[in-house]
């Protein structure tokens, strides 16, 4: 019994320091729903001190919709592994703050985000947010200029939790949600039109984008995109790859990398036709860029599209461990004399516990030196539960270590 018991043990502690574990995960949604969720999106609390646990404000509004898109991403991961109540409840949570976004606007725009015009976080958002347009109605402060990121991260959100979650009227509210926001872009002829006149950024420079949406579009309301999708496919299928070829020049605005794996999760995933090849030549592009650079969303992308790798899932495992040891703060970190330096940059991809703390790790520079604040914010921690999620489904994280 004795040696049982110490095998047992063991067992759960070689889990546990191989890449965290279930409980690790639940923990940090358990955080986000109690500091990050003020409003049903997700933003990000300033406290009082480095050492405070006092909230004073809110901040990041700007990427509201896409990490609410991310949040929503790794609930419905979640719930598919779990079946657990509050993962879906979590997600619901999730649907319908991204479905306020949309609502809050009045035309089906998607807000970068919203906060209620009696917060008494309000006017601390709407200074910082200034640049992006602030808008006024009876009941919200919401913030617009809405670039292309907020629509990939909300409709990646989505477009997972649809095929995540089998309860219909859930899947319902998604498609309904999906055809509001797909629309508005076709209708503006893939222009995102402000109010007054103007627009803030257009999906026509980006074809491997626009067969993105149009492919989500198409599977959750067939009726209305699949023979527009069909139309475009046909006529943008041979470029995806033309933007993938300028995205990694270089690593400058590292984000856009994020984003051309969320777009490429859907847009290949979805599609059972000959330009699949077409779409991987784009995709194959990015992941030939960013292999090396120890990126544990990117790894789990390539799980799910290219199938399972040892090394890659071992790696993914190893960087999700890593996380772990990283704080939750914005303290300002400075690796300059920690390892070794090119130029303006590290050599080699800096360790994920000593790279500057941000709002997601993974859309960050992994060779950036340094970074970070005065230790007021704090992080949500989506960049660990969304892959640690994502590779549970795809069996690249398990609860047992072999």
């Keep these: 019994m004795g040696r049982k018991v110490f095998a047992l043990m063991l067992f759960a502690v070689c889990a546990q320091a191989a890449y965290g574990s279930d409980a690790d995960a639940v923990a940090i949604s358990a955080g986000i729903q109690a500091r990050h969720l003020p409003y049903g999106a997700i933003l990000d609390p300033i406290y009082a001190s480095p050492t405070s646990t006092q909230i004073v404000g809110y901040t990041r509004c700007g990427d509201s919709a896409l990490w609410t898109g991310a949040y929503l991403a790794a609930e419905a991961f979640r719930y598919n592994v779990t079946q657990d109540a509050s993962a879906l409840a979590n997600a619901k949570q999730a649907i319908a703050a991204l479905k306020g976004l949309a609502d809050v606007t009045g035309n ?7 906060v209620p015009v009696n917060s008494p976080y309000a006017q601390g958002i709407e200074s910082e947010e200034a640049a992006n347009g602030v808008h006024v109605t009876t009941d919200w402060v ?29 899947k319902s509210s998604i498609s309904d949600l999906l055809t509001r926001l797909i629309a508005f872009l076709t209708g503006n002829d893939w222009s995102v039109a ?3 006149g103007g627009s803030s950024t257009s999906f026509l420079v980006r074809p491997d984008e626009i067969l993105g949406l149009l492919q989500i ?13 069909d139309e475009q496919r046909i006529l943008l299928s041979t470029t995806v790859v033309i933007p993938a070829g300028v995205d990694i020049v270089d690593n400058a605005s590292y984000f856009k990398f ?27 592009e990015v992941r030939g860029h960013t292999a090396t650079h120890q990126n544990a969303f990117f790894d789990i992308v390539d799980r799910a599209l290219s199938g399972p790798n040892d090394a890659r899932d071992a790696e993914t495992r190893l960087l999700l461990a890593q996380w772990l040891q990283r704080g939750t703060r914005d303290q300002y970190v400075d690796d300059t004399k920690l390892v070794a330096v090119c130029g303006s940059e590290a050599c080699q991809p800096v360790p994920v516990p000593m790279r500057p703390p941000t709002d997601f790790l993974w859309q960050r520079d992994p060779f950036q030196l340094t970074g970070g604040g005065s230790g007021l ?18 069996a690249a994280v398990r609860t047992t270590c072999r």
């Design 258 to 284: 994020n984003l051309d794996y969320m777009n490429f999760y859907n847009l290949i995933r979805l599609e059972s036709s000959s330009a699949e090849s077409l779409y991987r030549a784009g995709y194959d």
């Design 377 to 394: 914010i704090e992080s949500a921690g989506i960049d660990y539960i969304l892959p640690y999620w994502m590779g549970r489904y795809y």
């Design 142 to 170: 919401w913030v617009g200029n809405t670039s292309r990121d907020e629509y990939i991260g909300a409709t990646f959100g989505l477009a997972s939790a649809y095929d995540l979650i089998g309860d219909a009227t859930v």
């Design 194 to 196: 402000m109010p007054g």
């Design 108 to 114: 089906n725009l998607l807000a970068r985000c919203m």
């Design 217 to 229: 579009g198409r599977h959750v309301n067939p009726d209305k995109f699949s023979t527009y999708y």
